[in-house]
C-alpha cells in the first residue's frame, strides 16, 4: 500500500522495544518512538513537525496500551489495500465514505437493559447467571432488609432534630449490596455518597454508621463532615466528598496504581446520572480508557438529580452510550434486580482484572426517596411516580420473593430478623447520641502541617465566642486539650 506517509517517504517510526525494571521488581515494556521528518511540502501542515528535526518521544507505558496497539496496527497496514479506500491515520485505519453522512445524536432504539428476575423476583428463562448459594443470597436480603431500616430510622432521627441531614438509598439497595457481593474486598471503593450498603456488606457496624451520623468522638472523622460521608480504611472505602464526580478521576489513579503493583484487585468508582455532567466524569473515563486503569465506573442512572430530571441533564440515551466514545466496554442493567447486578459486577471485574481495562456500568433504578432530608421531592415529581417503582419496582421485595421461591427464607424469618434489627439500631442511635462530641480543637488539626495565621486567629475567635455565650453551645462541647496552633 501506498499509504499517506509512506508515499511521502519523510516519517519513519523506529520503534524500538526495551524491557526495563520499572521501580525495582516488576518487568514493563515500554515504546520509544522516534521521528525523523524531511522538509518535502507534501507533509501536511498540521502535522506537527520541524523540519529536518528530529523529535523524540519516549513514552513509558505498560506493554499492552491501546496506544501501543494502534501503533502496531498502522504498521502492519503498510501491506494493505489502496489508498483511496482507507485513510491510515495515528490510531488505526479509516474507510473513505463517499457519501456524506453525519452520526446521528440518537437512536430510535436505546440500549437495552440487562436483567434476570421480572418485578415479581422470577426468574426469566433462557437467561444464564452466575449461581447464588444459599448463604450468599441470605446475606445479600438481609443486608439490603438492613440498608433500607437503617436509612428509616436514621432518616427519622433526622427529622426529629438529632441529626443535621441524611441522605437514603431507597430504590436502589440492589446496586451497593449485589455489586458489593461481586467484589472483592481488596476491591477500592470510591463512592459517591448514595453506596452506604458497600459498607454495610463489608462489616461496618451500625454503631460506626450512628457514629459517623451523630459526628461524636468515635467517628472516624472526628465529626468534621455532614453526616452520611462515610469513610473506613479498613474496609477500603474512600471518604466520601461532598462535590460531585471529584472521585472519578481519583479512581483512575488508585486503578493505575493497582497496575502498577500488580494487585489482583480494580478500583470501583460510583456517581449518580448528575455526576455525569460533571467535567471530571469525561477526564476520569478518558484517562481510564487511555490507561488502561482496572476501574469499573457504576453510574447509578435513578433519573434524578436533586430536581433535575435527567432530561435535561443529557439528550443521550442515558450514560452506557458514553462508554463506548471513551472505547470503554459498558452495559446498562437493571438497578432492581439484584441477580442481574451481581452477575454484571461480576464479570465487569473479571474484565477490569484480568485485561486491565475500565468498563462502564449503567444501572437504572428510580430514586424512591427524597434527595437528602433537605429535599421535598413531591414538588417536583407526581407521588404516583414514585409510588409505582416503591410498590412495584421494589428491589429488595423482588429479591425476597426470589429468595422465598428457593425455600431459603420465610415469613417468620422476616418478621425475627426486622425485630432482631430494629432493636440493634435503635440502640446504636442511643449510643451514638449520648457519645461525647470529639474535642473542639479537632476542628483546627490534620489539614496543615503549619496551620497559618488566620486558622489560629478563628481559633481564637471561636474560644472567645464560646466563653461569651455558653448558653448557646451544647454544654458536652469539650474545650480539653486545646492547643496553640
Ligand atoms: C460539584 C457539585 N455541584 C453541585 C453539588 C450539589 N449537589 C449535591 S447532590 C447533587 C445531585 C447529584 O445527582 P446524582 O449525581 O444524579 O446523584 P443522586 O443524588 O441522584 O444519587 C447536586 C447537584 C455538589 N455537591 N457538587
Ligand atoms: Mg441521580
Known sequence: ??????????????????????????????HHFQSEY?????IPRSFPCNNKAATLFSVERCQSTVAGKQLDSLHASDNCDDENEAMDFPGGKVAYNFEMKFILGSSEKRIPCYRLLNDDGEPIMNTGFVQVNKELALKMYSDMVTLQMMDTLFYEAQRQGRISFYATSFGEEAISIASAAALSEDDIILPQYR????????????????????????????????????????????TISSPIATQLPQAVGVAYSLKMDKKNACAVAFTGDGGTSEGDFHAGLNFAAVLEAPVIFICRNNGWAISTP????????????????????????????AL?????????RDMATSE????????????????????????????????????????????????????????????????????????????????????????FRDV???????????????????????????SDLSLRNQVDL
Open 38 to 42: 524531511s522538509s518535502t511540502s507534501l
Open 1 to 30: 500500500m501506498a499509504s499517506w506517509w509512506r508515499r511521502t517517504s519523510v516519517i519513519s517510526y523506529q520503534i524500538s522495544r526495551a524491557k526495563v525494571d520499572f521501580r525495582g521488581s516488576s518487568t514493563w515494556k515500554y
Open 448 to 474: 496543615y502541617d503549619l496551620p497559618p495565621s488566620n486558622l489560629a486567629e478563628q481559633q481564637k475567635q471561636l474560644w472567645e465566642t464560646i466563653s461569651k455565650y455558653p448558653q448557646d453551645f451544647p
Open 310 to 337: 435527567i432530561s435535561e441533564q443529557f439528550r443521550s440515551d442515558g450514560i452506557v452510550v458514553k462508554g463506548k466514545a471513551y472505547g470503554i466496554p459498558s452495559i446498562r442493567v437493571d438497578g432492581t434486580d
Open 356 to 443: 486491565q481495562t475500565p468498563v462502564l456500568v449503567e444501572t437504572l433504578a428510580y430514586r424512591v426517596g427524597h434527595h437528602s432530608s433537605s429535599d421535598d421531592s413531591t414538588k417536583y415529581r407526581p407521588l404516583d411516580e414514585i409510588d409505582y417503582w416503591k410498590m412495584y419496582r421494589n428491589p429488595v421485595n423482588k429479591f425476597r420473593k426470589w429468595v422465598e421461591t428457593k425455600g431459603w427464607w420465610n415469613e417468620t424469618d422476616e418478621a425475627e430478623f426486622r425485630s432482631s434489627i430494629k432493636k440493634q439500631l435503635l440502640q446504636a442511635i442511643q449510643v451514638a447520641e449520648k457519645t461525647e462530641k470529639p474535642p473542639l480543637t479537632e476542628l
Open 195 to 238: 453506596e452506604p450498603g458497600i459498607l454495610l456488606w463489608r462489616g461496618f457496624t451500625l454503631q460506626e454508621f450512628a457514629n459517623q451520623c451523630f459526628g461524636n468522638k468515635a467517628d472516624y472523622g472526628k465529626g468534621r463532615q455532614m453526616p452520611i460521608h462515610y469513610g473506613s480504611r479498613k474496609h477500603n472505602y474512600v
Open 340 to 348: 442481574a447486578v451481581y452477575t454484571a459486577i461480576r464479570a465487569a
